[in-house]
């Protein structure tokens, strides 16, 4: 099993910034990929952006090109970097990550969440 620990969320204006961050441990290294999540109020879960274990990345229509997910092998963390963050990224952000790509929209293995609010 693989336990995801998230952190860097919290509020910011329109047009700026956030870098979240996911640190796994456990049975890493037979992931096939990892991923953030996101859920608002009154909607449901949905993928943002996944990296494969061979650097692989695909993102939401609505987060391209302004957020970028990577990974970093010897820290066996995944990030995310939003940029121009929009009212409407306002959500609960969750990393997850499975040992199967067919999971890649609902993973068996997710972290706690982690706070994303977008001020207008």
């Known amino acids: 099993q693989v336990q995801l620990v998230e952190s860097g969320g919290g509020l910011v204006q329109a047009g700026g910034s956030l870098r979240l961050s996911c640190a796994a441990s456990?049975?890493?290294?037979?992931?096939?990929?990892m991923g953030w999540y996101r859920q608002a109020p009154g909607k449901q879960r949905e993928l943002v952006a996944t990296i494969t274990s061979g650097g692989s990345t695909n993102y939401a229509d609505s987060v391209k090109g302004r957020f970028t997910i990577s990974r970093d092998n010897a820290k066996n963390t995944v990030y995310l970097q939003m940029n121009s963050l929009k009212p409407e990224d306002t959500a609960v952000y969750y990393c997850g990550a499975d040992y199967y790509s067919g999971t890649a929209y609902s993973p068996n293995y997710w972290g706690q969440g982690t706070q994303v609010t977008v001020s207008s």
């Open positions: 456990g049975s890493i290294f037979r992931l096939i990929f």
